[in-house]
Every structure is written in structure tokens, then in C-alpha cells.
């Protein structure tokens, strides 16, 4: 990882090190309108490198979108590196791109099975580097790549150790042009990264797998303890700081930083039911669209879907380890008043946090209503890569539990 402002000026000597000679940016049409994707091509070109810009990246990708952007980059020749500029949509594309240009086949052989085939890729990858411009998704640093697809109404993924970017370049400077409400969203998917990888199953449950069927997903561990208890340090004040003032560049830092630690952390552990319930919520989506996001489709943003469900989610999950739950609530509020059930210490610190910045009221604010919640629990336990990492097992009931008591949360 290379962190600090004006790191990303050093992108193209930072390919040649890999022997690029032809690289292709990946980046969405809100992102290309900053003039960073373009300023870091013309940086790349310096090199005497050449750097081709695609900026027909989808916000929240879906299988069509990212297919456009795989025959895209086939459609185009050879490339060496690639580059992704953007938030978790830009970096996820790229991933998908990247694996999807070095190996055969089409995407569904490779997204997680149930979903799709599970494949893992034969051939090695070329090297990505990615630069974030959101605060949030932590896929700078993940072995994940995330979609929609339309078909399934469903949200499913690629987890492989193969797509893990080659280097991050992270440049507090790019992400000071988010919205407020992408700050907000973007911001309680880092909080969830750190607080499910820090409350996971512990890697020390799991049978030993075999090297070669090993996951990503180890469960709870000392190494991603470290990255997400700084992270909550960090968001803590950096969170509320960087939704009230974008131009706040301490804040800005603190939250790139928060965001690459998260990813650290939830790469290696993993994450639960609050990330296993946001992929239906934002998959089956019918009429909202959040404010400060491009475009008129309707769309739940995955940290705001991941959110959504947290509260109740910790209060079930709370019985499995304490302790940990506790340590997560001061972490993010070390001075809070506690009321008098542990149970809803954690719970609690993260209503306060998403009515301060902005969160919408629970799964009904974005569309939802009890009725919803069987389609809901239906598209959950379809991420059982998931609900695997999850320190207390839910039944399909404990579950719709969980739903029902989110649709309004205060």
C-alpha cells in the first residue's frame, strides 16, 4: 500500500516497476467528471506508458455492466497492468476484468456458488493497481468482487486470492469531491467491515481446511483484530467529521485510512449477517434512490444496505462473544452513557451514529415492509459464504427475526 496526498501522481513509475507498457483505467462517468481518471493517465503516459481510460464503470456493478466492461478491455488488444480509479464499484470491475482478460470462460462460471460456478481462475492475473476515491468499500486491499445480477435479483460475488490488487493508492486528496450522503454510506460499510471481522467466528473454530481449499475467509484472527480495532479508533470522530465537512482533509485522511484498515481486517476474516442481509436489500430494490448518488435507477448503496440491519443484527450475534461486542461500542463511543442491557450497548452507539449522519430509519425508509421480509431471509441465506463467518448460527427464522426488527430502528 502506498498512502498520503500526491501518492497518486506516482502511479506510472510505480507501473514500470512491473514492466507495464500498456495499461487500461477503469473508472465510472461521475469519477471521470473529477479529472483525476484523466490527470492519472496523462501522469501514467509520462512513463512512456500507454493508458487507455474507460469510464463506462456502473455504480453498484451488475452482471450486465461488468460484461460490457470484460468485452470491452478483450475488445481492445493485450494490456499489462490495469488500473482502477473510483470507489468499490470502479475496483470491483477492474477485478472482474482483470481475472476475466487472463482466464477463459464467462463471469458466472467464476461467482460463488450457489450463485454461480464457483470456478477458480487457472491462470495468474495481471497486476491492478487500485485507487480509491470513496471512503468505504475497503477494495483496495479485499480478495472480493461484488455485483448484482439482474436475473436473480440477487447481489452474489467473486472471492478469490487472485484478485487482491497488486498495489493500493491511497490519496486522501480524491475522495474530498463524495457527497455528504456517499460519506455517510460508504463510511458505516468500513464501521461494518471492522465490527463483523471483529466479532466473526474465530479462526480457531473452523476445521483445518487443506492449503488448497483454503478461503479468504478465516474467521476472526489476531492480524485483523489490529487493523479493525484502529479503524473504529479512527471513525470514531473521522466519520461524523468528514459527513458535516467534506473539506475537512484530517477527517478525509482519517477515513481513507479507516477504510484500507477495515479492508485489511474483513479480507482476511471475513464478514457476517449484516453483509449477508444488505445483498437482497440492495438487490430487490424496487423504487428508492438515495440522494447524492448519480443516475435515477433505484439503488440501495451497499454500505447503506449493510447498515440497514446492523442494529439488530449485533443484538443477536452479541450472546457468541461479549465481550467483543462491547469493545466495539467503546471503540466507537468511549464516552457514551450506557444504558443498562449490554445487549443493546453496540446496538445503541450505531443508532445514534446513522441518525447523526443521515442513515435512513431502517429497511422501510428505503421500501420495505414486513411483507418483504420472506424474499428478504430467501436471498440472505443464499451468501452462506457469509453467514459461515458468523459467531452464533441463524435459522431462517432468527433471520426474518432479525429483518422484522430492522424495518424501522428508531
Keep these: 500500500m502506498k498512502y498520503g496526498a500526491g501518492s497518486s501522481d506516482e502511479i506510472g513509475y510505480d507501473l514500470t516497476r512491473?514492466?507495464?507498457?500498456?495499461?487500461?483505467?477503469?473508472?465510472?462517468?461521475?469519477?471521470?467528471?473529477?479529472?483525476?481518471?484523466?490527470?492519472?493517465?496523462?501522469?501514467i503516459g509520462?512513463?512512456?506508458?500507454?493508458?487507455?481510460?474507460?469510464?463506462?464503470?456502473?455504480?453498484?456493478?451488475?452482471?450486465?455492466?461488468?460484461?460490457?466492461?470484460?468485452?470491452?478491455?478483450?475488445?481492445?488488444?493485450?494490456?499489462?497492468?490495469?488500473?482502477?480509479?473510483?470507489?468499490?464499484?470502479?475496483?470491483?470491475?477492474?477485478?472482474?476484468?482483470?481475472?476475466?482478460?487472463?482466464?477463459?470462460?464467462?463471469?458466472?462460471?467464476?461467482?460463488?456458488?450457489?450463485v454461480g460456478g464457483g470456478r477458480a481462475p487457472s491462470a495468474p492475473l495481471k497486476p491492478l493497481v487500485a485507487v480509491p476515491t470513496t471512503t468505504g468499500t475497503g477494495s483496495e486491499s479485499t480478495t472480493v468482487c461484488v455485483l448484482d445480477v439482474l436475473s436473480l435479483r440477487v447481489k452474489s460475488g467473486i472471492s478469490?486470492?487472485?484478485?487482491?490488487?497488486?498495489?493500493?493508492?491511497?490519496?486522501?486528496?480524491?475522495?474530498?469531491?463524495?457527497?455528504?450522503?456517499?460519506?455517510?454510506?460508504?463510511?458505516?460499510?468500513?464501521?461494518?467491515?471492522?465490527?463483523e471481522s471483529y466479532t466473526a467466528k474465530p479462526y480457531t473454530e473452523f476445521d483445518r481446511k487443506r492449503p488448497e481449499d483454503r478461503v479468504p475467509y478465516c474467521g476472526a484472527n489476531p492480524l485483523a483484530d489490529m487493523f479493525a480495532e484502529q479503524s473504529l479508533r479512527l471513525l470514531s470522530w473521522a466519520l461524523p467529521a468528514a459527513v458535516?465537512?467534506?473539506?475537512?482533509?484530517?477527517?478525509?485522511?482519517?477515513?481513507?485510512?479507516?477504510?484500507?484498515?477495515?479492508?485489511?481486517?474483513?479480507?482476511?476474516?471475513?464478514?457476517?449477517?449484516?453483509?449477508a442481509n444488505a445483498y437482497p436489500i440492495a438487490g430487490q430494490v424496487r423504487g428508492f434512490h438515495p440522494a447524492g448518488y448519480p443516475g435515477e435507477e433505484p439503488m440501495v448503496p451497499h454500505g447503506m444496505a449493510v447498515s440497514l440491519t446492523a442494529p439488530a443484527a449485533f443484538r443477536f450475534t452479541f450472546d457468541a462473544c461479549p465481550d467483543r461486542?462491547?469493545?466495539?461500542?467503546?471503540?466507537?463511543?468511549?464516552?457514551?452513557?450506557?444504558?443498562?442491557?449490554?445487549?443493546?450497548?453496540?446496538?445503541?452507539?450505531?443508532?445514534?451514529?446513522?441518525?447523526?449522519?443521515?442513515?435512513?430509519?431502517?429497511?422501510?425508509?428505503?421500501?420495505?415492509?414486513?411483507?418483504?421480509?420472506?424474499?428478504?431471509?430467501?436471498?440472505?441465506?443464499?451468501?452462506?459464504?457469509?453467514?459461515?463467518?458468523?459467531?452464533r448460527e441463524a435459522s431462517d427464522e432468527d433471520l426474518a427475526g432479525i429483518l422484522r426488527d430492522s424495518v424501522e430502528l428508531w
Design 325 to 391: 461486542h462491547l469493545q466495539v461500542a467503546r471503540l466507537l463511543a468511549p464516552d457514551y452513557e450506557w444504558p443498562g442491557d449490554p445487549q443493546d450497548h453496540l446496538p445503541a452507539v450505531l443508532r445514534r451514529i446513522m441518525r447523526e449522519i443521515g442513515i435512513p430509519n431502517g429497511i422501510g425508509a428505503v421500501g420495505y415492509t414486513g411483507s418483504d421480509v420472506d424474499s428478504l431471509v430467501s436471498g440472505t441465506v443464499k451468501q452462506q459464504r457469509l453467514l459461515a463467518t458468523a459467531p
Design 244 to 275: 458535516r465537512d467534506g473539506s475537512d482533509l484530517k477527517a478525509r485522511e482519517a477515513m481513507a485510512l479507516a477504510a484500507t484498515f477495515a479492508g485489511l481486517g474483513f479480507g482476511n476474516a471475513g464478514v457476517h449477517i449484516p453483509h
Design 160 to 195: 478469490q486470492l487472485k484478485l487482491r490488487p497488486s498495489l493500493a493508492v491511497v490519496d486522501p486528496r480524491l475522495t474530498v469531491s463524495q457527497p455528504p450522503e456517499v460519506t455517510a454510506a460508504s463510511g458505516m460499510d468500513i464501521l461494518c467491515h471492522a465490527a
Design 18 to 43: 512491473y514492466g507495464a507498457r500498456r495499461v487500461l483505467v477503469l473508472t465510472d462517468p461521475g469519477v471521470a467528471a473529477t479529472g483525476w481518471p484523466r490527470r492519472i493517465a496523462e501522469g
Design 46 to 114: 509520462t512513463y512512456g506508458i500507454e493508458a487507455v481510460v474507460f469510464d463506462g464503470v456502473h455504480v453498484e456493478p451488475t452482471d450486465v455492466s461488468m460484461r460490457k466492461a470484460v468485452d470491452f478491455a478483450r475488445g481492445q488488444g493485450e494490456w499489462d497492468a490495469f488500473v482502477a480509479v473510483g470507489g468499490g464499484s470502479a475496483i470491483d470491475t477492474a477485478k472482474a476484468v482483470n481475472l476475466l482478460t487472463s482466464n477463459d470462460g464467462d463471469l458466472m462460471d467464476y461467482v460463488n456458488a450457489p
